[in-house]
């Protein structure tokens, strides 16, 4: 059975799903937007975890426990700063998607809800980011895996819109 991708309008923080993932910054010790939300809502614990996880580079991922979270487990991945696209944005941020994949195929999780990468403050433009990350978690998706359904979460009804334009023109 393929894997389903819908748009969500949602709190993250809130979704029962198997693994929820966080936009972090590289040292994992939390910050603004998302990652501030998840850790706040994760509770004390994750920071500690993440403290020994030793942080991560740009389009990488790392998986802690979920903690406090309706969430079983949080797949930290640090998407890239935009600097107007001619600095491997588009491949780091591609990457931040299959990498989660890839983590989330090693745990046999059936399902992910994925927050829009890099467009807070990393400044990604939000058309160009949807798009990408349909592409990449469509391509990664190809191979069968355990995988049922994903969420492309929005914080936003304008962010709605963007993933909602990705998945019908993807």
Request: glycine share 10%; hydrophobic share 45%.
């Amino acid at each position: 059975m393929p894997c389903e991708l819908r748009a969500i309008e949602a709190d993250i923080c809130q979704l029962k799903v198997d693994a929820i993932v966080n936009a972090a910054n590289n040292s994992l010790l939390g910050g603004g937007g998302v990652d501030g939300a998840i850790h706040r809502a994760a509770g004390p614990a994750l920071l500690e975890f993440c403290r020994g996880l030793q942080g991560c580079a740009t389009g990488d991922a790392k998986v802690s426990p979920g903690f406090a979270l309706p969430a079983q487990y949080v797949l930290h991945t640090v998407g890239p700063v935009w600097h107007g696209g001619d600095q491997g944005e588009a491949d780091k941020l591609a990457s931040c998607y299959r990498r989660c994949i890839e983590e989330a195929k090693a745990l046999e999780l059936a399902t992910l809800a994925f927050p829009a990468i890099s467009c807070g403050v990393y400044g990604y433009p939000h058309d160009q980011a949807c798009a990408i990350a349909v592409a990449s978690l469509r391509e990664a998706l190809l191979e069968p895996r355990s995988l049922r359904q994903i969420f492309l979460v929005a914080f936003s009804p304008e962010m709605l819109a963007h993933w909602q334009r990705a998945l019908a023109l993807g």
